[in-house]
């Protein structure tokens, strides 16, 4: 009998995606994401005034209203949006009916401090777009959206980062399974992975390696590091020896 797998839940998909999100964030603070900003949704952009303006495109999410304790999906589309902006939020949204998952297929629910966090996370992994921003939009408001630039690409991952984002990672939400997660991050960057047995992994940077340990229900216990040794200058190539000077043919001595 064919085994199929089952389709993922709202916590798998939050497993999946928690590890590379952090990351991501990281370097979009990094690169001003912190900054004055102004929204132009006609348009699909969302513009962060940095040292290097970043002019993004804009992939609305949906709201978050403490006022009426709730999540509203963009993909309902009540402001009558364009198209290309909710556009992601679709696609999350037909993965929700495909997979019977409550919180991404349910046009309102009920909003908790944890939920937009969640339900961004879950609409990474789907989208592979893993860079968010909340926009407050007054009231206690927030305004979610999912950002997407070409600086946003990042550079080759380092010891120290992912020393940092790992446990970063998955101190910021509920995980229900950090060997997931870990493999998760490793596989979407691209990063080689190995178990040495069921509690340990060692996954590869760009300078070094990191080994990533675990207990017997999947936690992560502890986190440490190899470093390559940076390879040994080669020696400048001696000078040519000097020639005597070459006269022409008629040259001479002064």
């Known amino acids: ?7 993922p839940t709202l916590q798998d998909l939050v497993d999946r995606a928690v590890i590379l999100s952090t990351e991501h964030q990281a370097h ?12 132009d949704l006609e348009a699909g952009t969302l513009t962060f ?7 993004c495109g804009a992939h609305f999410l949906g709201t978050a209203a403490p006022g009426t304790q709730s999540w509203l999906w963009g993909w309902h589309n009540v402001n009558n949006f364009p198209e290309g902006v909710v556009a ?22 009920l909003l908790t401090d944890a939920v937009p966090y969640r339900l961004a996370l879950a609409a990474k992994a789907v989208t592979g777009h893993f860079t968010h921003f909340a926009a407050p939009t007054g009231g206690g408001t ?3 959206f999912l950002l997407t630039h070409p600086r946003f690409e990042l550079p080759p991952a380092s010891v120290p980062r992912v ?20 493999r998760a991050y490793a596989v979407l960057r ?9 509690q340990t992994a060692v996954v590869g940077a760009s300078d070094g390696e990191v080994t990533v340990a675990f207990d017997g229900h999947g936690r992560l ?32 001595k002064k």
């Open 1 to 7: 009998m064919s085994q199929t797998n089952p389709a």
């Open 28 to 39: 979009f603070a990094e690169l001003g994401g912190e900054s004055a900003w102004d929204a």
């Open 49 to 55: 005034h940095s040292e290097i303006p970043l002019v």
């Open 88 to 109: 992601a939020a679709e696609h999350v949204h037909q993965r929700g009916v495909s997979g019977g998952i409550f919180e991404l297929s349910t046009a309102e629910i």
């Open 142 to 144: 927030c305004a979610w």
């Open 163 to 182: 020393l940092r984002v790992i446990p970063e990672g998955i101190g910021s939400t509920t995980v229900a399974d950090h060997r997931r997660a870990v």
């Open 190 to 198: 691209g990063l080689d992975i190995r178990w040495l047995d069921e």
């Open 221 to 252: 216990t502890n986190l440490s590091a190899t470093l390559t040794a940076a390879p040994e200058p080669e020696p400048a190539p001696a000078p040519p020896p000097e020639r005597p000077e070459r006269r022409g043919w008629f040259g001479r």
